[in-house]
């Protein structure tokens, strides 16, 4: 579930987010901002996510050193 905050009509609410159309639930004024939780991200977005989180610290603590 996502959250978002009405600029317009200064609502804030839950909301399912639809990315096709960006707009307040309650207005329809694109003065909104939403908070979209993981559950709701494009499986792309998670994917670049996921890759960053892996490209910053290598977790190979096993590896032997000479
Ligand atoms: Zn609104």
Redesign the pocket.
Do not use: K, L, Y
């Given at each position: 579930m996502a959250t978002f905050r009405?600029r317009?009509?200064h609502?804030e609410d839950a909301a399912v987010y639809d990315a096709s159309r960006h707009a307040?639930p309650?207005?329809g004024?694109r003065e909104?901002q939403f908070a979209i939780g993981i559950d709701e991200m494009p499986d792309p977005l998670i994917d670049a996510i996921l890759e960053l989180a892996d490209g910053a610290e290598p977790l190979d603590r096993d590896r032997e050193e000479d």
């Open positions: 009405c317009t009509c609502q307040c309650r207005c004024s909104v």
